[in-house]
């Protein structure tokens, strides 16, 4: 599980987002007064107003998901924003909030990163006492090797012949 949003990443997302919602109102504002004629090879630009009100709604849940402290959602809501709203050709404006949401999205908590870790290498060990998932110490005892059958014969170990053909073949 990720860490939850520090107060400072917290604060920066929403301003960003803030920001952002601001800047795309300004943006299609002309288009739903009519005075600039969206293209006419966008489908979804037909009704500028459901086009803006997807803008806004994926930037209100990602402001929510800010508020809960969901680094995971928040930061991919962040890149969904910026990569799925009816930005145009004005899609470099969205590109702080897509930067913010890669940033947060992303980013590993170094303490967890070192306890998985510990916990891997002293399972590896066999130090690691028994999950609670129910795992008793049978389990965690290594595997036997399996007996040859037809349809597996284990490895042979190389007879002294060719140990001693790859010695003497060494330069």
């Not at 967890?112 to 999950?131: F, H, I």
Request: glycine share 8%; no cysteine; proline share 9%.
């Amino acid at each position: 599980m990720a860490a939850p949003l520090s107060k400072r990443e917290r604060q920066i997302g929403f301003g960003i987002v803030a920001l952002t919602a601001i800047a795309y109102i300004a943006i299609w504002t002309p288009v739903i007064i009519g005075k600039v004629k969206p293209a006419k090879n966008a489908s979804f630009l037909n009704n500028p107003a459901v086009a803006i009100t997807e803008g806004l709604v994926l930037m209100a849940i990602t402001a929510f998901m800010i508020y809960r402290n969901q680094r995971r959602f928040a930061g991919v809501g962040a890149i969904v924003v910026a990569l799925g709203a009816g930005w145009g050709s004005l899609v470099l404006v969205a590109f702080p909030l897509m930067a913010w949401g890669v940033f947060v999205g992303f980013k590993v908590d170094r303490a967890q990163v070192e306890l998985r870790r510990q916990a891997r290498l002293a399972k590896k060990a066999g130090l690691a006492p028994p999950s609670s998932s129910g795992s008793s110490a049978a389990m965690m005892a290594p595997r036997p090797r399996p007996t040859a059958s037809k349809r597996y014969t284990p490895p042979k170990p190389p007879s002294k012949r060719e140990a001693r053909r790859r010695r003497n073949s060494r330069p």
